[in-house]
């Protein structure tokens, strides 16, 4: 059965300073791996997304750092902020296979 | 350029009716995928339309159906809905169904009583 297996299941962290949450799967046929964000009453966003055949992608304050031997990969979110607050989802998938599946999320508070 | 609109935003339904949800994908995007969201289970792939074409299906049982116009709008039809329906039903598009160019839309949360 496919999985992807995320945790912490939530992360407290003070303002300014660096969450990362962790997630692992599964199997080897997933080439790409998309972090989404959800707020409240909102779908989840697309924040940044790496291939298996890249190490560390960065986007402004986050950053997916990718194990393929190990089959994890995180997202670090320099900075932390208050309205980082939210749920985050890893997911992984393949390249046109029109579905992703998702870790179970883990809900993020950023303390001012 | 418009996002993705699902509608009805928020629907209340009895045990044992039916349930008909409609997605709009973005503008140029051909392929459309829903999503169940619950606290339990998280999110879970239901199924993906292509051309109007279901080209991926999740496993979920007979009563959750879908399909997709030619205009790439989609509808998911839930029937003799069960207590467990009860979730936030989500649909993302994508240009080829490339699942990593996926955008969501805002949900249909689905009440069953």
């Known amino acids: 059965q496919q999985q992807v297996k995320q945790s912490p299941q939530s992360l407290i962290v003070q303002k300014g300073g660096i969450s990362i949450i962790n997630c692992a799967y599964e199997?080897?046929?997933?080439?790409?791996f998309p972090w989404y964000q959800q707020f409240p009453g909102k779908g989840p966003a697309l924040l940044i997304a790496i291939r298996p055949d890249v190490s560390e992608k960065k986007e402004g304050r986050f950053t997916i750092s990718f194990n393929k031997s190990a089959k994890q990969f995180s997202l670090h979110i320099m900075d932390s902020q208050p309205g980082d607050s939210a749920t985050y989802f890893c997911?992984?998938?393949?390249?046109?296979?029109?579905?992703?599946?998702f870790g179970d999320g883990t809900t993020l508070t950023v303390k001012p | 350029k418009a996002g993705v609109t699902q509608t009805p935003r928020y629907l209340i339904k009895t045990r044992g009716q039916q349930v008909t949800l409609s997605c709009s994908p973005i503008?140029?995007?051909?392929?459309v995928s829903w999503y169940q969201q619950t606290p339990g289970q998280g999110l879970q792939f239901l199924f993906e339309y292509f051309s109007e074409t279901q080209r991926n299906k999740g496993n979920f049982p007979g009563r959750f159906s879908g399909r997709q116009f030619s205009n790439s709008r989609s509808e998911m039809n839930v029937s003799t809905l069960e207590l467990g329906d009860s979730a936030l039903y989500l649909c993302?598009?994508?240009?080829?169904?490339?699942?990593?160019?996926?955008?969501f839309g805002p949900g249909t949360r689905l009440t069953v009583t």
């Open positions: 503008s140029g995007h051909r392929s």
């Open positions: 199997n080897t046929a997933f080439d790409y």
């Open positions: 993302a598009s994508s240009f080829n169904g490339a699942a990593y160019e996926q955008y």
């Open positions: 997911a992984a998938g393949v390249t046109n296979a029109g579905k992703s599946t």
